[in-house]
Each structure stands twice: as C-alpha cells, then as structure tokens.
C-alpha cells in the first residue's frame, strides 16, 4: 500500500529565502507525482505535474524534483514572498490492483512566509 | 476560477437530513472525483468517474450516493449522516488517467 509522508508538518521561513519542502513515498512504481498548493479553507491548485520518467519540472519561482527509485521528491520555492504561505501537499499517481488510478496525498506541510 | 465550480460551500446538516453537493466543471474533462479531508489526515478518494460510469468507490458507507448524469456534472447524495462525516469535500476533474487533476474549492460540511 502507497504511503506518502511530508516532513516536516509545519515550516515558517523570513520573505526571501530559498526553501525546499519534501515528500517521500514508499512505492517507487508511480506514474507521476504532483505538487498541489492548499489556502485556508479553500481547494487545492495544482502547481506541478511531473512524470515518473522526467527528473524535475519548473514553473517560475518553483522546481519539482523527482528522484523514483529513493522515494523522494523536493519542492524548491525561491526568493520566498507573503503569498506563498499555504499547505503544500504533494500526491503520487499509481495504478491499483484493478488497474485503476489512483493518487495517494500526503498530510501536507503548512508553510508561513514571515514579512 | 478553478473550472471546477462546488455548491454549496457551506452545508450544515441534521443527522436525519438529506442534502446533496453539486460539483460542474468547465474544462471538457471526462473524469471527475470525490474527494474528502478531514483534519490532519491525507485526502481520501471517494469515488471516480470515467466518461458517466463509476470506476472506483473506495469502500464508502452508503449513507454517501453518488451521481454522474453527464461529463459535466457529479453529485453527492447525503443521508443520514453522522459527526465524523464532517469535513471539507473536494470534487476534481482530469482529462482522463495520467493528467494533471484540477480541484474545486470544495463544500465544508458540519453534520450536527
């Protein structure tokens, strides 16, 4: 059974540092991994898609890296800024036993940016 | 404005009540999910449609009934719910397995 672990639950940070958030998970047979962003009582917004054969994705101030075979994958947040301050959840794509898809989330990191 | 559209956001129910939570999503998917979170646990996968038929139900008490009249659309039917049925419930649509998943922004649901 996949199981995905964001350590740690909770990181504050000063406006402009660099942070990496992580994620690992237990079953390297994955099909992608995405990294979603979470605001207060509001849905989840995707941010990066990347896929088990690719070792990292970038949207501007972002890098998603992914390493399968140990299980990991960081999130990089540059010259970090207020607005970033959400929960970050990372999820990974496999196939159940019915081969079926399924996305396996994990708990989350809750980031504060301090201004 | 996410594509994925949820209502009500807002729920708060009786035990005895039935509700349902409508989800709409703009973005000519053909797959749409339920999804719910409960504090301080990973999300949880409901159930999954795929092109109007249901694909997956992860073991969900009947007391949840899900709907998929078209590729557009997916209800969740509520009755006789209980307490710990309180949480925020996320519909999500992807243009089929493999894609990036878009979320709604969910409708919170208090079970009194």
């Known amino acids: 059974k996949q199981e995905v672990t964001q350590i740690p639950a909770a990181l504050s940070v000063p406006e402009g540092e660099n942070l990496v958030l992580n994620c690992s998970f237990t079953?390297?047979?994955?099909?992608?991994l995405q990294w979603f962003r979470q605001d207060p009582g509001k849905g989840l917004t995707s941010l990066l898609l990347?896929?088990?054969?690719?070792r990292e994705q970038t949207s501007g101030r972002l890098n998603a890296s992914l390493d399968k075979s140990s299980g990991r994958s960081t999130l990089y947040i540059a010259a970090s800024q207020p607005g970033d301050s959400a929960t970050y959840l990372c999820?990974?794509?496999?196939?159940?036993?019915?081969?079926?898809?399924?996305?396996?989330f994990g708990t989350g990191t809750r980031l504060t940016i301090i201004p | 404005e996410t594509g994925v559209t949820q209502t009500p956001r807002h729920l708060v129910m009786g035990m005895t009540n039935k509700k349902s939570l409508k989800c709409e999503q703009h973005?000519?998917?053909?797959?749409m999910y339920w999804y719910k979170q409960s504090a301080k646990k990973p999300l949880e996968l409901m159930f999954v449609?795929?092109?109007?038929?249901?694909?997956e139900n992860n073991s969900v008490p009947s007391r949840f009934s899900p709907e998929c009249p078209n590729s557009s659309h997916l209800f969740l039917h509520l009755h006789t719910l209980q307490p710990e049925d309180s949480a925020l419930y996320l519909c999500?649509?992807?243009?089929?397995?493999?894609?990036?998943?878009?979320f709604g922004e969910g409708s919170w649901l208090t079970v009194v």
């Open positions: 999500a649509s992807s243009q089929g397995p493999g894609n990036t998943i878009y």
């Open positions: 079953d390297s047979a994955i099909y992608n």
């Open positions: 990347i896929q088990s054969s690719q």
């Open positions: 999820a990974v794509r496999g196939y159940n036993n019915f081969g079926n898809e399924k996305l396996t």
């Open positions: 973005l000519g998917h053909n797959a």
């Open positions: 449609y795929s092109l109007e038929e249901r694909v």
